[in-house]
């Protein structure tokens, strides 16, 4: 089990790097056509909002009472996240199960960000939230996502945007904390 678990999060960590390098070419495109369009009046600021419907993955929450999560509730990986994170096991196996599917909703909020995505985090404790920072032009925005894909269908995880351009306290590779 904790092979699968480190495959899964070694994928899950490949498809971010994916995610935010393939854009380019597209935001190529944007830039031009970008540049042709005027604007009459360049003093107001127009906020980016997220368009939730696009988002929307079409699926209905599932019944938590009799959800079959993929990590059984007493799984070494289910105890080790209650016991680093200080929640019971139900809410470890719950946060687990959203946290490797995260990157269904993540991708999809992405494709309407482009150059005002800055960083994403995902809260952990009682109630997981993908929290993601943007640049000050984005609305602030909250949206409850439902997963579709079978890992994790009909879970829902909460997401927040938040147009504050914090960037991830996480050090790249070689970096160190001063």
């Not at 997220?50 to 988002?55: G, T």
Request: contains cysteine; negative net charge.
């Amino acid at each position: 089990m904790a092979k699968r678990l480190t495959s899964m999060i070694i994928i899950a960590a490949a498809s971010m790097w994916a995610l935010t390098g393939c854009n380019q070419g597209a935001e190529t495109a944007n830039q031009s056509s970008e540049a042709a369009e005027t604007t009459v009046e360049t003093s107001a600021v127009t906020a980016h909002t997220i368009d939730w419907s696009l988002v929307d993955s079409g699926e209905t929450p599932a019944n938590l009472a009799s959800y079959q999560y993929p990590f059984a509730l007493d799984s070494q990986n289910v105890r080790d996240y209650a016991e680093y994170f200080d929640v019971d096991a139900a809410t470890a196996q719950h946060n687990l199960t959203i946290s490797m599917a995260s990157n269904e909703a993540l991708s999809k909020v992405l494709d309407q960000l482009s150059e005002q995505y800055v960083s994403h985090e995902l809260t952990d404790g009682n109630e997981m939230t993908l929290v993601i920072h943007t640049t000050p032009d984005v609305a602030a925005s909250r949206y409850d996502y439902v997963l579709s894909d079978d890992f994790a269908k009909g879970l829902v995880l909460p997401i927040e945007i938040k147009p504050d351009g914090k960037k991830s306290d996480v050090k790249a590779h070689g970096e160190v904390a001063e």
